[in-house]
């Protein structure tokens, strides 16, 4: 008689071990029965034949499914990882979502059933307010010199920036998140304890201190083709929105990007040159019927991602910085003042696209809080300490 780990946790963690993520047959079972019951029937044979036959090499070199379940927690507490599964305050809703795009053809976009996680941080904090920046493995030294600006403003604005953890363009915006001093979410398609490539491993050592390493892989998990494509739904759906920076024509960043379109999420890219390779994929992208928005700076993607709507844009972050307590039309005055410079009202107000009187009135409460300073009828930056 085979022991049966009695807990959903180890056995969602035995489950993902043996039968590859978002698999739609699985999913179903284990929203029936539970994870407990469904171990026990994947054991007994009485599944699926489909699931029968990907198990089988499993069940029939595991004799004791409850030893193999523990030594996978054991695993994860060695590499200082923890298991995440729905209900868990650190998992992020979002993930959901991906039950609105999933359908026959693709048996792998089913939601997550569990997260391997490796970093100190509260995954569905970090994801409140996040975006996701892929590209070409085999970036330019344009692609990566933009990966890394956007990541490293977006990060000073206040959002996480998450990626792949490849070459190319993922690494720039992992680092250029870490350089000023963010978090970034690094989902992969290995265990985190390995995480692949390893020519990566100082980037990842720093993204476990500072940020997150996730997986739906247990540790032990190799890397594989077919396994980058399906994580790539993760990075879609975890984040309000996905900035593509390079992708040739068959590119795996394409298919994240066609992932968040299909769940409503913002999506974006930054132009190339038109005779560059490694642009021509997202090129593209603007001729899909996805509604694709064309963006070159951080500004421009904030606008799209939080004109959305919706709690992953609208939330604040965890630490909020002063600007961050201003309305939306005090914010866009005082963001369209340029430092060290008088401005005229009228000018001010043309800038940050505000009615000349409303601008009057929300610069008159911007000087009582000490935000601006008046000198006649032109205004500046106060020099005090909001900024």
Known sequence: MNRLPNDPRLALMLLSSIVEPGDADLEDLIEEHGAVETVRMVWDGTVPDRLRRITCAAVACTHDPAERAAQIASATRECGARFLMPGDPDWPDQLQDLLLVCDADEPHVRPPRGLWVRGEHDLAQLCRRSVAIVGSRAATEYGQHLADDLAADLTESGWTVVSGGAFGIDRAAHLGALARGGSTVSVLASGVELPYPKANRSMFD??????????????????????????????AALTAGTVVIEAAHRSGARNTARHAAELGRVLMFTPGPVTSSQSAGTHQLAREPWEARLVTRAEEIIEDL???????????????????????????????????????AERLAAAAGVPAETAALTLANLKQSGWVDQIDNRWRLSRGGHH
């Open 206 to 235: 720093l993204i476990v201190q500072r940020g997150l390493l996730v997986s739906e892989w247990p540790p032990g998990a190799s890397a594989m083709k077919h396994r980058f494509l399906t994580r790539n739904r993760v990075i």
């Open 306 to 344: 939080t004109g959305i709507g919706g709690p992953m844009a609208s939330q604040p972050p965890t630490e909020r910085r002063p600007i961050d307590r201003l309305t939306e039309i005090e914010a866009r005055l005082v963001e369209a003042l340029p430092r060290g410079y008088v401005v005229e």
